[in-house]
């Protein structure tokens, strides 16, 4: 990158960390790898119990080390690092995850090439609990070309497809952006914070997305975003937040295509949760929360598997009407919770970003 080490903007890297002894050091040397020239690394450590506090000691003055006195959570530790960062632009990673070399500096770049956005992203390999490559994720046409994206775009396509294309420890966002829009809500929406930051940012400030593979992504060790999902029964927080946009002002730009597909979505969560209450043997929520997925919802959008989900749907309401089958809970405990790294295509990244 041109111009000399005074001119170009400091990177202010956060890394929230709790009991990450694991995966810490592989994750910070590919941090501190990076071709930019000027970050600071503040490891904000959630008052671990494990060695991760000598793993961080151990690069002595190469990382700033902030020790919580009690458990804050990803997000409350990213709100603190961003008061105390000093850059000029704030990136938010994993502990876990592995960085490529040059991540920081393509994202200064966007920023630097267009000063009205926000905020930059990237995208992101995913990699199991041994680092194997799994699957990579396929951002939608409607967000591809690498150049800032209105809000309207963005949000539109987030009711579309949910969020599979804005990964948290991908982002960069200015730091001037941060201090205008307020803290992530880790009150309200917990490890699904950052989808409503995104928005957030979004309504003031263009955003981008990168097409390049610059983060390897891990899932699959007992993350936070695993144990949200496993034999979850309330409403994904995903809904909660797009709804509280469309409530707000957002309606008026949502397409009816766009609106029809997040319906859709939500009759599949409603399906998923009905699976897992009889799996709990909670046969009178599982009927419950039956009733209210309608068939025409499951039909309204081509961005869900329609046939399979009306054969779940009926085979569910013949379920419900029966005592519980302990065979069938079994398969279906082993087909949604004990099988292999699912499709990039099935995740939502706004769950997975509380790595």
Same mark, same amino acid.
């Given at each position: 990158?041109?111009?000399?080490?005074?001119?170009?903007?400091?990177?202010?890297?956060? #890394?929230?960390?709790?009991?990450? *002894?694991?995966?810490?050091?592989?994750?910070?040397?590919?941090?501190?790898?990076?071709?930019?020239?000027? $970050?600071?690394?503040? #490891?904000?450590?959630?008052?671990?119990?494990?060695?991760?506090?000598?793993?961080?000691?151990?690069?002595?003055?190469? #990382?700033?080390?902030?020790?919580?006195?009690?458990?804050?959570?990803?997000?409350?530790?990213?709100?603190?690092?961003?008061?105390? %960062?000093?850059?000029?632009?704030?990136?938010?990673?994993?502990?876990?995850?592995?960085?490529?070399?040059?991540?920081?500096?393509?994202?200064? %770049?966007?920023?630097?090439?267009?000063?009205?956005?926000?905020?930059?992203?990237?995208?992101?390999?995913?990699? &199991?609990?041994?680092?194997?490559?799994?699957?990579?994720?396929?951002?939608?046409?409607?967000?591809?070309?690498?150049?800032? +994206?209105?809000? *309207?775009?963005?949000?539109?396509?987030?009711? /579309?497809?949910?969020?599979?294309?804005?990964?948290?420890?991908?982002?960069?966002?200015?730091?001037?952006?941060?201090?205008? #829009?307020?803290?992530?809500?880790?009150?309200?929406?917990?490890?699904?914070?950052?989808?409503?930051?995104?928005?957030?940012?979004?309504?003031?400030?263009?955003?981008?997305? +990168?097409?390049?593979?610059?983060?390897?992504?891990?899932?699959?060790?007992?993350?936070?975003?695993?144990?949200?999902?496993? +034999?979850?029964?309330?409403? *994904?927080?995903?809904?909660?937040?797009?709804?509280? =946009?469309?409530?707000?002002?957002?309606?008026?730009?949502? $397409?009816?295509?766009?609106?029809?597909? =997040?319906?859709?979505?939500?009759?599949? &969560?409603?399906?998923?949760?009905?699976?897992?209450?009889?799996?709990?043997?909670?046969?009178?929520?599982?009927?419950?929360?039956?009733?209210?997925?309608?068939?025409?919802?499951?039909?309204?959008?081509?961005?869900?598997?329609?046939?399979?989900?009306?054969?779940?749907?009926?085979?569910?309401?013949?379920?419900?009407?029966?005592?519980?089958?302990?065979?069938? %809970?079994?398969?279906?405990?082993?087909?949604?919770?004990? /099988?292999?790294?699912?499709?990039?295509?099935?995740?939502?990244?706004? $769950?997975?970003? %509380?790595?």
């Amino acid at each position: 990158m041109a111009g000399s080490l005074d001119s170009l903007p400091l990177v202010s890297i956060i #890394v929230p960390v709790f009991n990450g *002894e694991r995966y810490l050091r592989e994750s910070l040397d590919s941090i501190l790898a990076q071709t930019y020239p000027r $970050t600071e690394v503040l #490891v904000m450590d959630d008052a671990s119990t494990d060695t991760t506090p000598e793993i961080i000691a151990s690069y002595a003055n190469r #990382v700033k080390y902030y020790r919580q006195s009690q458990n804050r959570g990803i997000y409350g530790n990213a709100n603190d690092g961003i008061t105390i %960062a000093r850059g000029e632009y704030v990136a938010v990673y994993h502990a876990d995850d592995l960085y490529r070399p040059n991540i920081v500096e393509r994202e200064v %770049a966007f920023l630097l090439r267009y000063p009205k956005a926000g905020a930059a992203f990237c995208l992101e390999i995913f990699i &199991d609990a041994s680092g194997r490559e799994r699957s990579r994720v396929e951002i939608p046409p409607e967000v591809r070309g690498s150049y800032p +994206l209105s809000y *309207e775009v963005i949000f539109n396509a987030l009711l /579309k497809y949910k969020n599979r294309f804005l990964c948290c420890p991908t982002s960069m966002v200015r730091a001037s952006v941060y201090h205008e #829009v307020g803290t992530y809500r880790d009150g309200e929406f917990l490890n699904s914070s950052d989808l409503e930051m995104w928005l957030r940012i979004n309504e003031k400030y263009p955003i981008g997305i +990168l097409e390049e593979y610059l983060l390897r992504y891990r899932y699959g060790h007992g993350n936070s975003s695993q144990r949200y999902h496993h +034999l979850r029964t309330d409403p *994904e927080r995903y809904f909660r937040i797009m709804d509280l =946009y469309l409530e707000n002002s957002a309606r008026a730009i949502a $397409t009816p295509e766009a609106l029809a597909a =997040y319906e859709g979505h939500r009759a599949e &969560d409603r399906l998923m949760r009905s699976v897992n209450h009889y799996i709990m043997a909670q046969l009178a929520q599982s009927q419950q929360v039956l009733d209210q997925v309608r068939p025409a919802q499951i039909f309204a959008s081509d961005q869900i598997q329609s046939g399979r989900l009306l054969v779940l749907f009926l085979l569910l309401k013949i379920l419900v009407c029966l005592p519980r089958i302990p065979f069938v %809970a079994k398969l279906f405990r082993q087909r949604w919770h004990i /099988k292999k790294l699912p499709r990039r295509s099935n995740l939502q990244l706004s $769950t997975l970003s %509380a790595g």
